[in-house]
């Protein structure tokens, strides 16, 4: 998701909130898909029945329930977290331009007493 809002942001010049927003957008579908994939692939560990399955049920009941909030997390703190650390990045290209622009200031320690 970030690599396709990094890609739309430096080809087409969008703003990051747009990018990602479009990101999100094209992403979700592939994202789920991995991610159920993977969920059913453990549920028969979660629900199993039979000889043995008292030892692999709580295998299969963390990887449900972590791929499950690990989803969530993911899909709510990735975006927010790029636009946060986008403004990051701008406050402090703002401060070096700031710092370029002004005007030297000569030290004390520099400047020579004529006589």
Do not use: N
């Not at 087409?12 to 990101?23: F, H, M, V």
Request: hydrophobic share 45%; net charge positive; proline share 5%.
């Amino acid at each position: 998701m970030i690599d396709f809002a990094i890609d739309v942001q430096r080809r087409e010049g969008r703003s990051a909130a747009d990018s990602i927003y479009e990101a999100c957008h094209m992403r979700f579908r592939p994202i789920m898909m991995t991610t159920m994939s993977a969920l059913f692939g453990g549920l028969p560990l979660a629900l199993g029945q039979g000889i043995g399955a008292e030892l692999r049920q709580p295998l299969g009941i963390a990887i449900v329930g972590g791929l499950l909030f690990s989803q969530a997390l993911t899909l709510y703190t990735t975006p927010v977290i790029y636009l946060y650390l986008d403004r990051l990045r701008a406050f402090l290209d703002r401060r070096r331009q700031g710092r370029r622009s002004s005007p030297a200031q000569a030290s004390p320690s520099t400047s020579v007493a004529q006589t």
